[in-house]
C-alpha cells in the first residue's frame, strides 16, 4: 500500500444525511505522538478527527477509516495484485471504466462492477442490516445483506478469492492495522466481523447529493438552496426522462435510485438469455434476463454500461432504448407497447441531446 494510493482524493466520511449529530454526541479521536509516527510510515491520516454516532454506533468514523484502508489494500486478495478499489475507483464513482473487471491471476469478472458511489446516502439506500433483494449490490441480488456482498466478493474465485480467516492472518501483527483496528473497535485483536462492519461502515459513509439537479429541486443536502438553474437542453433532457425512464429509475428526491416498487427488470437486451441473472438464483425461468435496476445517479462517469458492460457510451444507452429493444418472454411491461411488442421509444436528435445533457451535467456530482 503506499499514500497515495490511499488517500488521494477526499471522501466524505460518515455523513449520511439521515444522521443528527450533536455535541453529546461527538468525540475527538487523538493518536499519541507514538501512534502517529508509525501510521504515518504507510498512510496519510489527519492527526485528529471527531468521531461520532451514525445508525446507533459509536465508532462510525474510526471503523470508516479503517474500512477504507481495507478497501485499498492489494494484499487482501489471493496473489496480492487487487483491492477492492482496483475495480471500484473512487474517480469514477467507485465504478470500473472496463467492460468486465481483471480480478486475481488476471482472471475476467463474469459481470460489469456496479458503481458504489451513486446515491443520495448508500447507508439510506442499503440501510445497515440490508433489506431482502434490495440490498444486494450485485445485477442477480443474490445477497440480502451488505456485509454478505463483502464476503462474497472476497471469497469469488475470479475476484479476490480469499477467505476471511486469511485476511484476518494477513492483517493481524501488521502495526498500523493494530492501531485502526483499537481506535475502531477498542481492542487490537482482529476478527473477521471486524473486517466486514469496518468495510461496510466505509461504503455506508459514501454519499453524492451536491449535483445541479439536488440544487435546482432544493434537495441539496450539504449548502440548502441554491440560485443554480438547468439550460434549455438539461431541461429538455429532465423532461424525456421523467417521461420514460422514471417509473423504473426513480425521480425527485430520490434521484435515479431504484427503490421503486420493482428493483429488476428484463429490459430486453436479447432475445435469449445468455446470463440468466436473478432467474439462475431464484430457479425460475419468469426470472431469467433480469437484473438489478440501477442508479442512475453520476452515470455519466459509470461506463460502460449493462450488466455485462456492451455498451461503451451513454449515447449507445439511448440510441438501444429509442429502438433496439428486443423481445423476451420477460421483458418488462414498462417496455412493451400497447400489442405487448418491444416499445421503440424513437427518440429526436433532440431529446437525445437532452438526455446526454442532463445525465452529463444536471445528474453529476459537483
Known amino acids: 500500500m503506499t499514500r497515495a494510493l490511499l488517500f488521494s482524493a477526499v471522501i466524505l466520511l460518515g455523513s449520511c444525511a439521515k444522521d443528527i449529530v450533536t455535541e453529546r454526541s461527538i468525540r475527538t479521536i487523538k493518536y499519541s505522538d507514538e501512534e502517529y509516527e508509525d501510521l504515518s510510515q504507510l498512510l496519510s491520516l489527519p492527526r485528529d478527527f471527531d468521531n461520532y454516532i451514525a445508525n446507533g454506533v459509536f465508532n462510525s468514523a474510526t471503523r470508516?477509516?479503517?474500512?477504507?484502508v481495507l478497501f485499498y489494500d492489494k494484499n487482501l486478495s489471493k496473489d496480492g495484485t487487487v483491492s477492492c478499489g482496483s475495480c471500484h475507483h473512487q474517480?469514477?464513482?467507485?465504478?470500473?471504466?472496463?467492460?468486465?473487471s481483471t480480478g486475481i491471476y488476471g482472471r475476467k469478472t463474469d459481470r460489469n462492477s456496479l458503481a458504489l458511489g451513486v446515491f443520495r446516502s448508500f447507508a439510506d439506500e442499503y440501510g445497515?442490516?440490508?433489506?431482502?433483494?434490495?440490498?444486494?449490490l450485485f445485477w442477480d441480488l443474490r445477497a440480502n445483506s451488505t456485509q454478505l456482498q463483502i464476503e462474497s466478493t472476497m471469497a469469488n474465485e475470479k475476484e479476490m478469492g480469499i477467505q476471511l480467516e486469511e485476511v484476518v492472518?494477513?492483517?493481524?501483527?501488521?502495526?498500523?492495522?493494530q492501531i485502526l483496528f483499537d481506535k475502531a473497535f477498542e481492542t487490537n485483536k482482529i476478527e473477521d466481523h471486524m473486517v466486514l462492519t469496518a468495510l461496510e461502515n466505509f461504503m455506508q459513509s459514501m454519499s453524492s447529493g451536491n449535483s445541479k439537479f439536488d440544487q435546482v429541486a432544493g434537495i441539496n443536502q450539504f449548502n440548502g438552496a441554491s440560485q443554480v438553474f438547468m439550460t434549455d437542453i438539461e431541461n429538455i433532457g429532465h423532461k424525456i426522462f421523467s417521461a420514460n425512464c422514471a417509473s423504473c429509475h426513480g425521480k425527485a428526491i430520490n434521484l435515479f435510485t431504484s427503490q421503486q416498487s420493482q428493483i429488476m427488470a428484463n429490459n430486453g437486451l436479447e432475445s435469449e438469455s445468455r446470463d440468466r441473472g436473478f432467474?439462475?438464483?431464484?430457479?425460475?425461468?419468469e426470472n431469467d434476463g433480469m437484473f438489478k435496476i440501477p442508479s442512475l445517479r453520476n452515470i455519466a462517469l459509470t461506463g460502460p454500461y449493462m450488466h455485462d458492460g456492451r455498451f461503451a457510451k451513454l449515447s449507445d444507452v439511448i440510441d438501444f432504448y429509442s429502438e433496439g429493444i428486443q423481445s423476451h418472454k420477460n421483458l418488462n411491461t414498462e417496455l412493451r407497447d400497447e400489442n405487448g411488442h418491444p416499445r421503440k421509444f424513437n427518440f429526436t436528435d433532440e431529446d437525445k441531446e437532452g438526455l446526454i445533457a442532463f445525465f452529463t451535467h444536471a445528474d453529476r456530482y459537483e
Open 64 to 68: 470508516a477509516t479503517l474500512g477504507r
Open 91 to 100: 474517480d469514477l464513482a467507485f465504478a470500473d471504466n472496463a467492460e468486465l
Open 279 to 285: 432467474g439462475d438464483v431464484s430457479g425460475n425461468e
Open 169 to 177: 492472518s494477513r492483517i493481524e501483527g501488521q502495526r498500523h492495522y
Open 128 to 136: 445497515s442490516n440490508g433489506r431482502p433483494g434490495e440490498a444486494s
